[in-house]
């Protein structure tokens, strides 16, 4: 089955090749600096409140800027790397991402604003987020699958009349 070449869209996609090949190998620097970007937190002072940069000055409510600067590595990285994730993602189902984004930008919000309680109140802020998110999402999984099975009902619910064993039906879970 081999499909007759088209020179529109071979010609398209050379030309999206090259820009395409320098956002991929954007993508692929930032997602490699990671590990130097969450130990980033190393540099910052072990026992200073305040840190006078000569520019600016910083003052924290946590026992040290360094603790401060992990907390927020901790939380600023992983979400770094799912926004990353979601926009680069084609699947279906990529807008599930949405809710550890929102949970991981929550939980930044919290390390920025110094509140006491860290990763205590987030969930309920995600909540709602997941009760739109998980009820959209699964619908377009439905209506995706029902596209694909329209015709195999039929057979679905032939296969469901037909008497099986417990162990023929094990079976049937693993081909």
């Known amino acids: 089955m081999d499909k007759t070449p088209n020179k529109l869209t071979d010609q398209n996609r050379y030309k999206t090749g090259k820009s395409s090949l320098f956002i991929g190998g954007v993508l692929v ?3 490699a600096i990671t590990p130097f970007l969450f130990y980033s937190y190393e540099s910052f002072p072990r026992d200073a409140i305040v840190w006078d940069t000569g520019l600016i ?3 924290t409510s946590y026992p040290s800027l360094y603790h401060l600067a992990w907390y927020f590595v901790s939380k600023a990285v992983p979400l770094f790397l799912l926004l990353i994730w979601f926009f680069t993602c084609r699947h279906w189902w990529h807008w ?5 984004i929102a949970m991981y930008a929550f939980q930044l919000w919290g390390v920025i604003n110094e509140n006491g309680g860290m990763d205590e109140l987030e969930i309920y802020y995600v909540i709602p987020l997941m009760m739109i998110l998980i009820p959209a999402v699964y619908l377009v999984r439905a209506k995706l699958f029902a596209k694909i099975l329209v015709n195999d ?7 469901f009349m037909t008497k099986r064993s417990f ?9």
């Open 57 to 59: 000055t910083f003052n």
């Open 96 to 100: 599930i991402i949405l809710v550890p």
């Open 167 to 175: 162990w023929q039906q094990i079976k049937d879970l693993f081909r």
């Open 153 to 159: 009902l039929q057979s679905i619910e032939e296969e």
């Open 29 to 31: 620097i930032l997602i």
